[in-house]
């Protein structure tokens, strides 16, 4: 699944793997999900060098989105009615100008219903495991006037940067926000929100569109 967001492209693919982690073993029933992020070296600018390239472990941005992109997808599934086996989650980013991460939630969404539908065909699921969908956005205050899904240029002029995730009902999955350089009011907090949650219900749309849904 190419997902593509403005000038932002990332590969989605989802694979599934015969085994758990060795924490759940006797543990849980089920399956488990994860979720790798990678990006391309020159998906952006400067090139940036190939994860494991450098002899260092994988930069903090990388294990924070990935992880991001993993629990927000385990938000909308449950484990309990997967077989025992690892969905990995892959992203790969292939063109970045602002918002990679929410780009790659919405397209790896996108994959995993297809991955399941496959897994409904091979009669390995007892019951359908996903709950709804799962959309992203982000959302900025640029020049103090909220804004959302913003590229680069909007990315790195913005006084806060949010994060919006949410489920299909609306209801949310996780916001991740900072103030970048002035500190912000909650009412502005709550306005980034609302403007998050209603741009989500657009993606969700375009999501079930790309589905057939
Ligand atoms: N970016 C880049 N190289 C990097 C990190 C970031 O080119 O190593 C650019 C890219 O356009 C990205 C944007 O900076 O989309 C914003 O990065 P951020 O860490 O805020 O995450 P994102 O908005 O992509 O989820």
Same mark, same amino acid.
């Given at each position: 699944m190419l997902a593509e967001c403005g000038r932002t492209k990332v590969l989605c693919t989802v694979g599934v793997q015969d085994s758990v982690p060795n924490w759940m073993y006797n543990r849980h029933n089920g399956g488990w999900l994860t979720a790798e992020y990678s990006m391309l070296p020159n998906a952006g600018q400067p090139r940036k060098p190939r994860d494991g390239r450098t002899g260092r472990p994988l930069d903090g941005r990388t294990q924070e989105i990935q992880r991001l992109v993993g629990r927000a997808l385990r938000c909308a599934i $449950? %484990?309990?009615?997967?077989?025992?086996?690892?969905?990995?989650?892959?992203?790969?980013v292939l063109q970045a100008d602002g918002g990679t991460r929410t780009t790659a939630i919405n397209g790896a969404v996108v994959a995993l219903y297809d991955a399941l539908l496959y897994m409904e065909e091979q009669k390995q699921l007892p019951k359908w495991p996903l709950r709804g969908m799962v959309a992203a956005i982000s959302v900025g205050l640029v020049n103090g006037e909220p804004l959302i899904d913003l590229d680069y240029q909007?990315?790195?002029?913005?006084?806060? $940067? %949010?994060?919006?995730?949410?489920?299909?009902?609306?209801k949310l999955i996780e916001v991740q926000g900072a103030a970048e350089k002035q500190p912000f009011a909650l009412e502005q907090f709550q306005?980034?929100?609302a403007l998050?949650?209603?741009?989500?219900?657009?993606v969700d749309e375009l999501q079930r569109k790309a589905l057939g849904l």
């Open positions: $449950d %484990l309990t009615m997967l077989p025992e086996c690892t969905l990995w989650v892959d992203c790969d909007e990315d790195s002029s913005a006084d806060a $940067d %949010l994060n919006v995730i949410c489920a299909s009902n609306g306005q980034m929100i998050g949650q209603k741009a989500c219900v657009q």
